[in-house]
T-cell receptor, first 108, second 111 residues
Framework: GIQVEQSPPDLILQEGANSTLRCNFS?????LQWFHQNPWGQLINLFY???GTKQNGRLSATTVATERYSLLYISSSQTTDSGVYFC??????????FGKGTHLIIQP | SQTIHQWPATLVQPVGSPLSLECTVE??????LYWYRQAAGRGLQLLFY??????ISSEVPQNLSASRPQDRQFILSSKKLLLSDSGFYLC??????????FGSGTQLSVL
């Protein structure tokens, strides 16, 4: 099956800092998505990005399908950005395969 | 826009007891529905997938079963819970191109 690797596994930053989260995958891109899981467990879909670049406020994502990786950028971090960020891809009968996530802590 | 209702938020059950978790969706028709489990705060595992009423695909052999009695209702069940069934259970809805949206989840503790 598809292998999804995320790095770094843990990241601690001060408020206002910028960060880059990486997702490497083993197979052709299909439905690549980024999620944020807040401390209460709620999973929010941030981006649906099988290729190219998208931006939403302080967050942006880029997927380079030919090189099998995707990046999530967070600028001017806020404490509410804390949580776990997941990359996932696949879909259809196999559902989405999730990476193990990056646990981000933003300190005030 | 679509809404996913999942309840209860937390559940504590003894080993050997039955389980029924319900997920209902609004604002969409004929959705693809999923049950995921998350253990130890990381890593989501797909348990079941449904493309329509009565159609269930199981991804892993386990002590659980799923049913879809109505288009917008997806139920996760067990006849006898095991300790290893503890975890965070999430219902999800897939839309056009399979962009995935999740419910708020149920934290299940089997004691």
């Amino acid at each position: 099956g598809i292998q999804v690797e995320q790095s770094p596994p843990d990241l601690i930053l001060q408020e206002g800092a910028n960060s880059t989260l990486r997702c490497n995958f083993s197979d052709s891109v299909n439905n690549l998505q980024w999620f944020h899981q807040n401390p209460w467990g709620q999973l929010i879909n941030l981006f649906y990005i099988p290729s190219g670049t998208k931006q939403n406020g302080r967050l942006s994502a880029t997927t380079v399908a030919t090189e099998r990786y995707s990046l999530l950028y967070i600028s001017s971090s806020q404490t509410t950005d804390s949580g776990v960020y997941f990359c996932a891809l696949g879909g259809g009968a196999d559902g989405l395969t999730f990476g193990k996530g990056t646990h981000l802590i933003i300190q005030p | 826009s679509q809404t996913i209702h999942q309840w209860p938020a937390t559940l504590v059950q003894p080993v050997g007891s039955p389980l029924s978790l319900e997920c209902t969706v609004e604002g969409t028709s004929n959705p693809n529905l999923y049950w995921y489990r998350q253990a130890a705060g990381r890593g989501l595992q797909l348990l079941f997938y449904s493309v329509g009423i009565g159609q269930i695909s199981s991804e892993v052999p386990q002590n659980l079963s799923a049913s879809r009695p109505q288009d917008r209702q997806f139920i996760l069940s067990s006849k006898k819970l095991l300790l290893s069934d503890s975890g965070f259970y999430l219902c999800a809805l897939g839309q056009g191109g399979e962009k995935l949206f999740f419910g708020s989840g149920t934290q299940l503790s089997v004691l």
